[in-house]
C-alpha cells in the first residue's frame, strides 16, 4: 500500500511536532507499506536526514497552507503518485482532493476564538477567509473516511459542530518526547523562582488574565500575601499577540517579573519545567495540551483551566481553576510558593500518568487507521 502524507507544516509548532513524531514512529513500526512524504523545500535537507528508508519518498509541494494554490494545484502534485491514502494531519484538506484520506481535526477552537484582530486583511476579507476556513474544514470532515482526533473532548466538539458520525472519529493521544532522556547540563535560565507558561499567545489562551493573576501575586496586599520576588516565564513564539503582551507587561510595570524568553529548544524546555514551581495552562479552550503531559514527565506540578480537555488529560493530579477569574487563578497559585511537600503526591502520580501518552502509541493506532481504509 502506497500512503501520502502532508508534511508541509513540519517545523510548525503544534501540528509540526506531531508530523515529526508520527513519521518517525511510522518508519519504526511499518514493515510493509510504502509512504510519500510532501514537504516544503525549506524542509527538505532536515527531512531526507531523518528518513533514511527506501520505502519512503520525499516530494517538494512549495505550497502554504490556507492558500487559493493550495486548493487547485496541490491535488494534482497528490494525484501523481497513485496514492491509496492520503493522511492530512491538518484541518486545511483541498476540497477538490477526491480520492480516499484521513484528517487529523486537533481542535475547533477557531469556530470559537476567530484571530482576525492578528489579521492585516480588512475584516470583511478576513471573515470571508474564516467563511473559507469553516468550509474546508466541513468539507474535509465529511468526505474523509475516517477523522482523526486528540482528546474525547475534542471529538464531541467534532461531532457537535461538523454534524459527523461518532464512529468516524477516532481518539489517538498525543505522546511525550520531553523528559529525563534528554541531556542538558545548565539552563540558560539563572532564575531559580518561578511559573512557567508554554505555547501561544492567541486570545483562547488567556493570557491577559494569566498576568492580572500574576500581578496580584506579586502584591501581597491584594490577596493578603504573596510573593514579590517570583517570576511569570512565557515560552513561546512571538508574533502579534506576544507583543501585544508585552505592552501589557509594560503599562503594568511587570517588565522586570514577567520573562519572554521566546523559542526554546526542546533540551532547554525538559529544564524549565523541571525547575519550575508549576506550569500554568489558563486557556479557555484546548484540543489536547501537550505542555501539561510534558510538566507531568518531568515531574512538575500542572495548575489548569477547569475545562473538559484539561480534567481528561490531567486527570485527578492537576489543580483546577476558573480560567475567568482572575483572582481565583492567584489564589491557586500562591499555595505553590510554599517549598513544602502539598503537592508532592499529585507530582508523583502525574508522573505516573504519562504512561497513557506515547507517540509509538499513537502512531501504532493511526497505522490501524490507515490499513481499516486503504481502498483496495
Given amino acids: 500500500m502506497k500512503i501520502g ?25 511499518d514493515r510493509k507499506n510504502s509512504y510519500v512524504f510532501f514537504v516544503l523545500s525549506k524542509d527538505r535537507k532536515e527531512i531526507l536526514r531523518s528518513v533514511q528508508n527506501d520505502r519512503f519518498k520525499i516530494i517538494t509541494a512549495d505550497i502554504r497552507w490556507h492558500t487559493i494554490e493550495e486548493q487547485w494545484r496541490f491535488p494534482s502534485i497528490l494525484n501523481k503518485e497513485n496514492l491509496d491514502l492520503v493522511h492530512f494531519p491538518y484541518f486545511s484538506v483541498p476540497i477538490f482532493y477526491n480520492k480516499p484520506f484521513i484528517v487529523t481535526i486537533h481542535d475547533l477552537i477557531l469556530h470559537h476564538f476567530p484571530t482576525g484582530e492578528a489579521s492585516t486583511l480588512a475584516l470583511p476579507l478576513y471573515q470571508l ?31 457537535d459542530h461538523l454534524k459527523v458520525d461518532p464512529s468516524k472519529v477516532v481518539v489517538t493521544y498525543e505522546g511525550v518526547g520531553i523528559n529525563s532522556r534528554l541531556k542538558v547540563k545548565t539552563s540558560k535560565l539563572k532564575v531559580k523562582n518561578y511559573f512557567l507558561y508554554v505555547g501561544n499567545a492567541y486570545p483562547h489562551k488567556n493570557l491577559e488574565r494569566l498576568i492580572e493573576a500574576f500581578n496580584l501575586v506579586c502584591h501581597p496586599e491584594a490577596l493578603a500575601e504573596g510573593s514579590n520576588d517570583i517570576k511569570l516565564v512565557l515560552v513561546g513564539k512571538e508574533d502579534y499577540f ?42 479557555l479552550m484546548e484540543g489536547f495540551g501537550l505542555p501539561a503531559v510534558e510538566a507531568m514527565a518531568n515531574k512538575c506540578l500542572v495548575l489548569a483551566s477547569d475545562i473538559p480537555t484539561f480534567r481528561e488529560i490531567c486527570g485527578g493530579v492537576g489543580v483546577y481553576f476558573d480560567p475567568k477569574n482572575s483572582e481565583e487563578i492567584a489564589k491557586n497559585l500562591i499555595p505553590v510558593l510554599d517549598s513544602g511537600d502539598k503537592y508532592r503526591d499529585k507530582i508523583e502520580k502525574g508522573f505516573e500518568r504519562v504512561k497513557m501518552f506515547s507517540w509509538e502509541k499513537m502512531a501504532k493506532e493511526t497505522l490501524r487507521v490507515y490499513e481499516d481504509n486503504i481502498a483496495y
Fill in 5 to 29: 502524507i502532508d508534511c508541509r507544516l513540519w517545523n510548525e509548532s503544534g501540528v509540526g511536532r506531531y508530523i515529526r513524531n508520527l513519521t518517525e514512529q511510522l518508519l519504526i513500526i
Fill in 129 to 159: 477567509k474564516l467563511l473559507g476556513y469553516k468550509s474546508v474544514i466541513s468539507n474535509g470532515a465529511k468526505k474523509a473516511k475516517k477523522i482523526i482526533t486528540v482528546s474525547n473532548a475534542t471529538k464531541a466538539e467534532i461531532v
Fill in 242 to 283: 506576544y507583543k501585544r503582551l508585552k505592552e501589557k507587561v509594560k503599562n503594568m510595570g511587570l517588565e522586570k517579573s514577567v520573562l519572554f524568553l521566546g523559542e526554546v529548544s526542546d533540551e532547554e524546555l525538559m529544564i524549565l519545567y523541571k525547575n519550575a514551581r508549576v506550569l500554568v495552562m489558563p486557556s
